[in-house]
């Protein structure tokens, strides 16, 4: 008898409750996949949010200006757009829950702004206008707001990466030796205590250029928490490891390299995310200063002019490059720890 017949012949023996219920798990449409059912990757807090955030939108305004709502609800809708992609693409449960929660907190607080800027008009107008007005201002600010996240990534890439360069090279070979790794801790955890960007007078006076002193300043930042995460990480390394390489006459480059650095990595990239962290706010501190380009340089600027539209135009495009490359750094990270 085929396993069809058969099947046949079972389910016709069964009750008629049991056979609907069969029959209805084999036509339920949303069938799990990966532990998760299609109902919990479509139906999301993202989903709800922007429905609700639809309806804010919909809502008259009492402000003057014109909300340019088209903006804010392209905005949203990328967001979502994003969630449903994300929930559905996810083979785990954490991935599933970071794309339907995180774009729906975004949703929600440009819902809110929405709210509190245009449609019920209880903040100051000239100082927050609404999120369509800032969106279409960096629209329009496209080529200039390029120029200057070019310019300041520039910089920090070539700070951060010499920073981080050094900094690995002098951890592992101080760190290599207990008695030099301690003496270096002492000196270090001085060093690092001074803010970086006390040295700018002396970057601009002895450097060419504000871009030199500049790329001085990040890798100052750079330097100290890399440097330090890395002698933390290499003092931290199993001692029955080094043994066992010794014992199986690992030459000492190999050890570094193969042994040592990759038991360290965890506390490197603690460090590599704090000086990223800093590199970004002692630049964007440091072009507000002096610079004459840069997202710090776009928000001083029309500071000065009291346009407050392109301040939080400013402030929006450096929370976003800093929050993507936050997330890629993490993926590097994931990427070289994947034996954890």
């Known amino acids: 008898m085929s396993a069809e017949i058969q099947g046949t012949v079972v389910a016709g023996s069964l009750p008629v409750a049991k056979q609907r219920k069969v029959k209805a798990k084999k036509a339920e449409a949303f069938v799990e996949v990966n532990g998760l059912t299609w109902r919990e990757r479509?139906?999301?807090?993202?989903?709800?949010?922007?429905?609700?955030?639809?309806?804010?939108?919909?809502?008259?305004?009492?402000?003057?200006?014109?909300?340019?709502?088209?903006?804010?609800?392209?905005?949203?809708?990328?967001?979502?757009?994003?969630?449903?992609?994300?929930?559905?693409?996810?083979?785990?449960?954490?991935?599933?829950?970071?794309?339907?929660?995180?774009?729906?907190?975004?949703?929600?607080?440009i819902a809110a702004w929405q709210l509190a800027a245009s449609t019920l008009a209880v903040l100051p107008e000239k100082m927050f206008p609404a999120p369509g007005i800032v969106f279409a201002q960096i629209v329009a600010d496209a080529a200039k707001i390029g120029q200057g996240i070019a310019s300041s990534l520039g910089i920090v890439a070539e700070?951060?990466?010499?920073?981080?360069?050094?900094?690995?090279?002098l951890g592992l070979a101080l760190g290599y030796r207990a008695r030099s790794s301690q003496a270096t801790e002492k000196v270090v955890s001085f060093l690092s205590a001074i803010p970086p960007i006390v040295y700018i007078p002396y970057g601009i006076a002895l450097l060419p250029t504000f871009r030199s002193a500049s790329v001085l300043v990040i890798f100052l930042a750079t330097l100290w928490p890399v440097l330090t995460g890395t002698l933390a990480g290499v003092a931290g390394v199993d001692k029955r490891i080094l043994d066992s390489a010794r014992v199986l006459n690992v030459s000492a480059p190999k050890t570094l390299f193969r042994v040592i650095l990759p038991a360290a990595l965890p506390l490197i990239f603690n460090g590599l995310n704090i000086a990223l962290c800093l590199s970004f706010i002692l630049l964007t501190s440091a072009e507000m200063i002096g610079g004459s380009v840069g997202m710090g340089y776009y928000v001083k600027y029309y500071s000065d002019f009291g346009d407050y539209t392109r301040i939080l135009a400013g402030i929006i495009v450096i929370g976003v490059v800093i929050t993507i490359i936050s997330v890629l750094l993490g993926k590097l990270q994931k990427y070289l720890t994947r034996w954890k």
């Open 42 to 109: 479509l139906v999301t807090p993202a989903t709800i949010a922007f429905a609700l955030f639809a309806v804010v939108l919909a809502l008259p305004t009492k402000a003057s200006a014109d909300p340019q709502v088209l903006y804010t609800l392209a905005v949203g809708a990328f967001a979502w757009v994003v969630s449903v992609v994300g929930c559905v693409a996810a083979r785990k449960r954490s991935t599933r829950n970071t794309f339907a929660d995180v774009p729906a907190v975004v949703l929600a607080v």
């Open 159 to 169: 700070g951060f990466l010499l920073g981080t360069a050094v900094a690995l090279v």
